[in-house]
């Protein structure tokens, strides 16, 4: 008699299946929660396309390397000091970074400044109008977003 070399023989007949059906329903579920994911989205407009709400703040911000390290934020449209940002600064060294790096694969310079942006539901957009680029903070969590929250306020003296 033969048989499939992985085929189980049980009293001379082919075993039958013993795939668990578990995992065949819970790859199921998966899939059927994927695809209600999809249609909310699409329904409620709640998608990565969605429309950014209207601002109720705006500041354009020049960051400047300091020769010590720091970065010099400074108020393009009056040319006050925002804040000195001294220390390791990660999330708004990274942002900042990122937005540089893509002007610079454009051939864009600095002249043009960034604009922060406040929003009527809460959050906040760090803008590039050289690329259209954009970092919407709130995604990075509360303390990220608010270590540029703290540049909308007016400088303390």
């Known amino acids: 008699m033969s048989s499939?070399?992985?085929t189980r023989m049980v009293a001379g007949?082919?075993?039958p299946d013993t795939f668990p059906?578990?995992?065949l329903y819970a790859a199921a579920a998966m899939i059927l929660v994927s695809l209600a994911s999809v249609a909310l989205?699409?329904?409620?407009?709640n998608g990565p396309d969605q429309r950014a709400?209207?601002?109720?703040?705006?500041?354009?911000l020049r960051?400047?390397?300091?020769?010590?390290?720091?970065?010099a934020v400074v108020d393009a449209r009056t040319g006050e000091p925002v804040a000195d940002i001294h220390g390791e600064q990660g999330f708004l060294r990274g942002a900042l970074r990122a937005l540089a790096r893509e002007r610079r694969v454009r051939g864009l310079g600095s002249e043009q400044p960034f604009q922060l942006i406040a929003r009527t539901d809460g959050r906040l957009t760090l803008a590039d109008p050289a690329t259209g680029q954009r970092i919407d903070l709130e995604s990075?969590?509360?303390?990220?977003?608010?270590a540029f929250a703290v540049l909308l306020e007016p400088a303390s003296r």
């Not at 989205?41 to 407009?45: A, F, K, L, Q």
Request: without cysteine; hydrophobic residues 35%; proline residues 16%.
């Open 53 to 60: 709400a209207p601002a109720v703040q705006e500041r354009p």
């Open 63 to 71: 960051f400047i390397d300091r020769p010590d390290g720091g970065i």
């Open 140 to 146: 990075f969590g509360p303390a990220n977003a608010g």
């Open 21 to 23: 059906r578990g995992f």
């Open 41 to 45: 989205v699409r329904i409620t407009g």
């Open 13 to 15: 007949r082919p075993a």
């Open 4 to 6: 499939l070399p992985h």
